[in-house]
């Protein structure tokens, strides 16, 4: 397959977890405490009292989301996609892709991030949570191993665990991507040499790192200060934490130490990265602690030679993007099958942009995301 002669990767599908995961997948020992159906008005599950996905329960959240269904009609209309698709079910997402013009998806979480969303649940429930998705998602991309290829859930609560399931999941499950949380899980910078067992054992497996954000979340996540202003939750949730993950691994000195370590961050935009990197390289230059965080080049060195962004399709600003930076650090996302993709339109949205080349192209459908995962070109 070949849309308008580009072999396409998308670097971020996603999947919606059936509401039956957990019963299925989740181990009996964690059953208890585990996900269980939420009350009306509560969200699609609850963990004890807490809300799954999160703040679900709040005043306002409902008027949000019937919002957010009304105007996601208005853009399935317009963009001519169908209601009613089953978004747990390979068979749909592989018409989905084959609609689009995708010739692999590289499939991402929705809602176990949100499972798993906070400081106060217990590590071993979290891990529990991760590997019960991780085990789902495997026999989901089995349905078609070439094209669907799975990606790991972690939890970040306790390092060792999470470095147990990177294991796991890579050798016997085939995962090509680590995904973590944009946002800071117990008040720990990404930079904390608490994560260096993770970021050595993604170098040891030859898989990157994959930085995903949320809407809201209960850890300290920027959005939550905005949970009655949605739009603003949304952007912040995902491009300012996405900002600030990727900044904390920068100037922390995390690729200096981990030389080797890919890093993506994904569905949180790549406009804003010129001016980013800019005031990165600036601050660093004023103000740099170089015995404490290591650095010996500019920040923006270091994203240039391990890091990715994710384009939107419909992101106009990716052309600027690529006259400052260069074509060597984007990837492509269409973020099916959620109710702001662009889907079935995605590609032929991106693919009409004025400004790219195609050898531009071929490296933001294709050649950077097999660089990414690693996959044969």
Request: one cysteine or more.
């Amino acid at each position: 397959m070949a849309k308008l002669g580009f072999k396409v990767i998308d670097s971020d599908i996603h999947v919606v977890e059936p509401k039956d995961l957990w019963l299925r997948y989740l181990e009996p020992e964690f059953l208890k405490d585990g996900p269980r159906p939420a009350e009306p008005g509560k969200g699609l599950w609850q963990i004890g009292e807490r809300p799954v996905p999160v703040r679900a329960n709040l005043p306002g959240r409902q008027e949000d989301i019937a919002i957010r269904r009304a105007r996601t009609k208005e853009r399935y209309k317009k963009l001519g996609r169908r209601e009613g698709e089953d978004h747990s079910s390979p068979v749909d997402m592989i018409e989905a892709m084959d609609l689009e013009g995708l010739d692999i998806g590289v499939v991402f979480r929705t809602y176990t991030a949100h499972a798993t969303g906070t400081d106060d649940i217990e590590p071993k429930l979290a891990a529990a949570i991760c590997r019960a998705f991780n085990n789902w998602l495997r026999d989901f991309c089995n349905a078609n191993p070439s094209r669907l290829l799975p990606t790991a859930q972690m939890a970040l609560h306790d390092v060792e665990l999470a470095v147990t399931e990177a294991r796991r999941a890579v050798k016997e499950l085939g995962a090509v991507a680590l995904v973590l949380p944009n946002h800071q899980v117990k008040a720990r910078p990404f930079y904390d040499p608490y994560y260096d067992p993770l970021w050595a054992t993604a170098v040891d497996l030859n898989v990157p790192v994959a930085f995903h954000g949320i809407n809201l979340a209960h850890h300290g996540h920027v959005g939550v200060r905005y949970f009655d202003n949605f739009p603003l939750a949304h952007a912040s949730g995902h491009a300012i934490e996405s900002m600030l993950a990727l900044g904390a691994m920068l100037t922390g000195g995390v690729f200096e130490r981990f030389p080797a370590l890919r890093a993506a961050f994904l569905e949180g935009l790549c406009s804003w990265a010129p001016s980013w990197l800019y005031c990165l390289d600036e601050r660093w230059e004023k103000f740099g602690n170089e015995r404490r965080y290591g650095l010996k080049h500019p920040p923006s060195y270091y994203f240039r030679r391990q890091c990715f962004l994710s384009v939107d399709p419909d992101e106009k600003l990716v052309v600027d993007t690529i006259k400052d930076l260069g074509d060597e650090n984007i990837v492509i996302s269409t973020d099916w099958p959620h109710g702001d993709s662009s889907f079935p339109q995605a590609l032929n949205t991106f693919l009409g942009i004025d400004g790219i080349s195609d050898q531009s192209r071929r490296k933001i459908l294709w050649k950077n995301c097999a660089r990414l995962y690693n996959l044969r070109d």
